[in-house]
């Protein structure tokens, strides 16, 4: 029984002390402290969510710097730091919080400039303090100790060079999203770029464009009049320009992308001696964007186009006076060269 009574007291005890605790950090010793600031920073965003307009923004201003001031105080009460430096993790809590406010947007809070300026603000936060001394009212300026200035640079370039960083993965990223087809080159050299995936044929615009124009080539010349193909060879730059706008829009491409680095452009050869009619149609799509080969790349898509005998029903034949007709057979592949193509034209 006295075993019973004493686990019990224990018990009540345990359960009082987390009691106490619980009080002290939800209720303030004075009125003057971190949870009033914290308290008047959710009453500011209950209101808010009540007004309109510039009376929601402005009460909305002051939870965020009620928020601020109060994480602020709490984080530097007793402060931990972050390892292998003297910044509080509370600065770095406290920049966070200044970066979304400052830098944020009204519907997600979170944007690429609140990453990147976020370590810069949180050692900003932590240099501030060492240009003040006292604290409350009687705080007065003054010039760090020579000890502490080195400190002081060095956490502050530490941070603005990791900003920098920051800032340039999403510049790298930015860039990816806006020319896939960059992802087709070669980063095995690279120190900074790193490729998690193989790009698919999909994201190279030069890729889809010939393939795509396989078909429409086919389409348009196989079984036509010989001379009417003829005719469409002699102006095969601007026919397949004309062909390449169509993919362009019903594959929603980046037109961006393919005005600036993507140059479409045909070579007629004659792969037959021994027949002056036949022509192997060359098309190259040439990379002029970035790339780690000095000379670029381009990628080629051949086809065969000559003539053939018409049949006796083929109305085409009858109203023409070359009776041939066309034939185009197209290579399925498409390569890829590192250097400059041969001569157009």
């Known amino acids: 029984m ?49 007004a309109t307009g510039a009376i929601k923004d402005t009460i909305a201003f002051f939870g965020w710097l009620f ?20 910044m509080p993790v509370g600065a770095v809590i406290t920049g966070f919080l200044v970066s979304v406010f400052a830098f944020g947007k009204q519907e997600t809070g979170i944007t690429s400039g609140t990453i990147v300026l976020w370590p810069t603000i949180s050692a900003l936060i932590t240099a501030i303090p060492e240009f003040f001394e006292g604290s409350g009212t009687d705080a007065k300026a ?43 080159d070669n980063f095995n050299r690279s120190t900074f770029v790193v490729r998690t995936e193989v790009p698919t044929n999909n994201s190279l615009n030069g890729t889809v464009i010939l393939k795509e124009l396989q078909p429409k080539l086919e389409r ?19 026919n397949i320009e004309n062909l390449t706008q169509e993919i362009i829009q019903e594959k ?36 002029i964007g970035p790339s780690s080969s000095p000379r670029g ?34 290579d399925p592949r498409i390569k890829r060269t590192n250097d400059l193509p041969p001569a157009q034209g």
């Open 297 to 330: 790349y381009y990628l080629q898509k051949s086809c065969e186009i000559g003539p053939i005998a018409a049949s006796a029903n083929k109305s085409t034949a009858q109203k023409s006076d070359d009776p041939r007709i066309a034939e185009v057979d197209c």
């Open 220 to 238: 348009q010349l196989n079984k036509q009049s010989w001379s009417q193909v003829e005719r469409w060879l002699q102006n095969a730059n601007t």
């Open 252 to 287: 929603r491409l980046k037109q961006k992308e393919v005005r600036e680095f993507w140059r479409i452009v045909t070579q007629k050869t004659n792969p037959n001696p021994k027949s002056k009619d036949d022509y192997l149609l060359n098309i190259f799509a040439i990379w």
């Open 67 to 86: 928020l601020i001031a109060g994480t602020s105080w709490y984080t530097t009460d007793d402060p931990a730091r972050v390892p292998g430096t003297y």
């Open 2 to 50: 006295n075993t019973l009574f004493k686990d019990l007291l224990g018990l009540t005890g345990f359960i009082s002390d987390v009691y106490a605790g619980i009080k002290k950090f939800f209720v303030p010793d004075r009125a003057y402290s971190w949870q009033t600031l914290l308290y008047l920073s959710l009453f500011s965003w209950a209101i808010s969510s009540f």
């Open 142 to 184: 003054q010039l760090p100790k020579p000890e502490d200035r080195q400190k002081i640079v060095v956490l502050v370039a530490s941070c603005m060079v990791l900003s920098c960083w920051i800032q340039f993965y999403f510049v790298v990223n930015n860039w990816l999203e806006e020319y896939p087809s960059v992802l087709s």
